[in-house]
């Protein structure tokens, strides 16, 4: 089934997206990366893993599949690259819980529905190259060492032990649930209330005009009376009490969002237009990916000089006492430029930061904005590992997350040339 660009997919995202879940949630309890993320969704989840254990901060997690919406995975869209590649970024919503402990204490404690996006990157060209973590040694290496024999353990694999992985994922909250949720009590409350209302005024209006009369014949009659017409007055208003309650609730709901949604959906619709321009094959579901990564190699790296995701002016890392970030969904698209080779995509990106303060934890929305820019050249090239860059002037591979200049010929290693670096990063 298939609408707009939407596909229901079958078991196959379903199964990897569930697994990904998983391991996700395990990773917040045993520090163990899941063997389904990719190199750089791992790096990232080992720098976030270090923050959390410096402040001595530990999250639980639970994901939750009895309420979802959708028993299989949504796959929004596939993004190709140059043909060894292939991308899924697919859907699932969870009832989430999530649970931090400071020193062991239960500090914090926030359930919701939200919706999970993954991107499940596939090989289809078994001749292509890419860096992967040997499943066996954790090595990392090129997958065509790994396919013929591992250089530091010796262990073959089959692209199915290497692929797929999941290269991104982010997850928003679903706004619709709250609604949901408060629908029933809230009717049941106007309900009740206009009928205790209604019974009670009947009552009391016919004792005072002396039409009910204790010891009188028709004295339960007269109570009766007064009990059904409670009944029948009291749901029929307080059903229209409520109706015009929620109605006017989600009025005010609508405008609200309108401000907030209106930039996301400007957002939405301009950044994929001027992009496409410059690259054909611009997803923004896959694009948002990569900034939330990003952002959060920009807030859990504690030293930007030899990150070479950052490739700004000199500065120091501000957001130290950052434990978790999740993104709000929401993005206003500020600017877009070229220069030369370059273009620069402007944006503030909406979320709600965790923080240590002392001894409690605090939960605040925040923006940030981020100017991240890449190579209008690069070919999107999915089997890309920051962990596994080649220099542009010897060829030597090297760890890109440690080293700025290659440690062969002392050239500096621009990522910008190769995929999304940022620019600019700071708290609006
Ligand atoms: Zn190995
Ligand atoms: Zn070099």
């Known amino acids: 089934m298939s609408f707009f660009n939407l596909t229901f ?28 993320g990719s190199l750089d969704v791992n790096y990232t989840l080992e720098l976030q893993k270090k923050r959390l254990d410096e402040n001595n901060v530990r999250k639980e997690v639970v994901f939750d599949t009895k309420e979802s919406s959708f028993k299989q995975a949504l796959k929004c ?13 697919a859907c699932k919503d969870y009832k989430v819980t999530e649970t931090f402990f400071v020193n062991n204490k239960k500090k914090k404690k926030r359930k919701n529905k939200r919706n999970f996006y993954a991107t499940i990157t596939r090989l289809l060209n078994q001749n292509a190259g890419g860096a992967v973590a040997c499943p066996n040694c954790g090595a990392i290496s090129d997958v065509q060492d790994l396919l013929t024999g ?33 629908l029933k009590p809230s009717m049941l409350i106007c309900v009740l209330g206009m009928i205790a209302t209604v019974m009670s005024y009947s009552l009391i209006s016919n004792i005072n005009n002396g039409n009910i009369v204790q010891g009188s014949d028709d004295f339960v009659f007269q109570i009766v009376q007064c009990v059904i017409v409670g009944l ?15 109605l006017i609730w989600m009025m005010i709901g609508a405008i609200k969002s309108l401000f907030l949604l209106g930039p996301h959906v400007r957002a939405k619709t301009q950044l994929p237009k001027v992009m496409r321009q410059i690259d054909p094959n611009f997803s923004y579901e896959f694009f948002i990916g990569k900034v ?6 920009m807030i859990f790296s504690d030293d930007y000089t030899n990150l070479a995701a950052y490739d700004g002016k000199p ?53 940030f904005r981020v100017v991240v820019c890449k190579n209008i050249h690069a070919i999107a090239n999915a089997g890309f590992s920051i962990k596994n860059v080649n220099c542009r002037s010897c060829g030597g591979s090297f760890d890109a997350t440690r080293e700025h200049n290659c440690p062969y010929c002392g050239n500096p290693y621009h990522l910008g040339n190769d995929d999304w670096v940022v620019i600019e990063f700071n708290k609006e």
């Not at 939330?292 to 190699?297: D, P, T, V």
């Not at 120091?316 to 220069?339: A, M, P």
Request: glycine share 6%; with cysteine; hydrophobic share 35%.
């Open 9 to 36: 997919n079958n078991n196959e995202n379903t199964e990897i997206v569930d697994k990904f879940i998983d391991e996700y949630a395990q990773w917040h309890n045993t520090g163990k990366t899941p063997d389904m």
């Open 77 to 89: 869209f596939t993004v190709t690259d140059r043909g060894d590649y292939k991308s899924d970024v």
């Open 150 to 182: 591992c250089k530091s353990c010796g262990t073959r694999f089959i692209i199915d032990d290497l692929f797929p992985k999941v290269t991104n994922f982010y997850h928003i909250k679903d706004e619709a649930d709250l609604i949901r949720k408060i």
């Open 232 to 246: 029948i007055y009291g749901t029929v208003s307080g059903y229209i009490l409520w109706a015009a309650f929620i």
């Open 292 to 297: 939330i990564n990003l952002m959060k190699l």
């Open 315 to 367: 500065m120091q890392n501000t957001f130290k006492d950052i434990v978790d970030i999740s993104y709000d969904g929401t993005v206003r698209y500020n600017t877009l430029k070229t220069d030369g080779n370059y273009c620069y995509v402007d944006i503030t990106v909406y979320t709600t930061v965790t923080k240590v303060d002392g001894g409690a934890l605090k939960s605040s929305k925040e923006k």
